[in-house]
């Protein structure tokens, strides 16, 4: 399998996953300003919409879009137990939070990266708008369970942890919702995700 990525973003959800999973893949960095990657391609025969990630399978098939990818990945090894089965309720609640994390709070980031320059005005509307996607994070996590879908990691919580950590990087504090700053402190410390933070440049090799 290869996964196009760009360092930090939301690729590196699927990356987190393919070290859960502790399968072989290649990476592939890429540049989607000017559609190029590391391995010489052009990014648009890859992914026509210009954005990562992009999962090549070992068949040859490309797939895009988040909850794909994921669920895709997930679906490799039910061992690994990264989804629910295929067929019930669990499996639709985890889909409905990979849409949220997808159509809702990852989305709510978009004006800190739009490559425009924020006023104050609307760096607070933007501001504003991940509170209150953060607000249902820290209300899914108020029963104090660990996992956004209860006792278990599963491929939502890989997606969301990458997605809110962006707020150290744009300026957005998380201090009103202490559970979620708990959760995510919790999901950055696993080997999976340290070692794709590592790979991506977010983070150094301990001594
Ligand atoms: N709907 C897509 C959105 C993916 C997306 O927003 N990717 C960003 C990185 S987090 C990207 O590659 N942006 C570059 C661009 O749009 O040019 C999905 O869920 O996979």
Known sequence: MKLYYKPGACSMAS???????GVSFELDKTDTDSNTTEGGGDFL???PNGYVPALVTNDGDIITENPAVLQYLADLSRDAGLAPPNGTLARTRLQETLNFLSSELHKSFGPFFSGVELDDARRKKADAGVQRRATHIERSLADGRDFLMGDTFTVADAYAFVVLNWTRFVGVSLDAHP????YVAR?????????AMI???LMEQAA
């Open 15 to 21: 990356h987190i996953i393919l070290n859960e999973l």
């Open 45 to 47: 025969r890859i992914s």
């Open 179 to 182: 559970k979620t700053q708990a």
């Open 187 to 195: 999901i950055s410390a696993r080997p999976a995700s340290i070692k």
């Open 199 to 201: 790979a991506e440049g």
